[in-house]
């Protein structure tokens, strides 16, 4: 089993900035991908960023690309996500999630995630 914890969220003016993390436990974490999801209300779950195992490999989204930033450290089982120039459209419940791969093909898909954290809410207001 895993367990994902995600913490950082808030709210925030837009054009600030946000560091979300994801600490994991219960697997050798350094072995898997790792992907950032969220879900605004009303709207249904979309792909964020994804990292693989070692980090070298990155895939975002295309809306955020160049102002999100996905990072780990798997020293310490946590993967981060640093927003930045935060826009009202980003405001949503952010989701951690890990599958049990090392690479992030098709890491946009929900569907190869096996595990999920519980949620951060983002609040960016205008």
């Known amino acids: 089993q895993v367990q994902l914890v995600e913490s950082g969220g808030g709210l925030v003016q837009a054009g600030g900035s946000l560091r979300l993390s994801c600490a994991a436990s219960?697997?050798?974490?350094?072995?898997?991908?790792m992907g950032w999801f969220r879900q605004a209300p009303g709207k249904e779950r979309e792909f964020v960023a994804a990292?693989?195992?070692?980090?070298?490999?990155?895939y975002y989204e295309d809306s955020v690309k160049g102002r999100f930033t996905v990072s780990r450290d798997n020293a310490k089982n946590t993967v981060y996500l640093q927003m930045n120039s935060l826009k009202p459209e980003d405001t949503a419940v952010y989701y951690c999630?890990?599958?049990?791969?090392?690479?992030?093909?098709?890491?946009?898909?929900?569907?190869?995630?096996?595990?999920w954290g519980q949620g951060t809410q983002v609040t960016v207001s205008s």
């Open positions: 219960g697997r050798t974490f350094s072995s898997y991908a």
């Open positions: 990292i693989s195992w070692s980090g070298g490999n990155l």
């Open positions: 999630a890990l599958r049990l791969s090392p690479n992030i093909i098709s890491a946009h898909n929900s569907d190869y995630y096996n595990y």
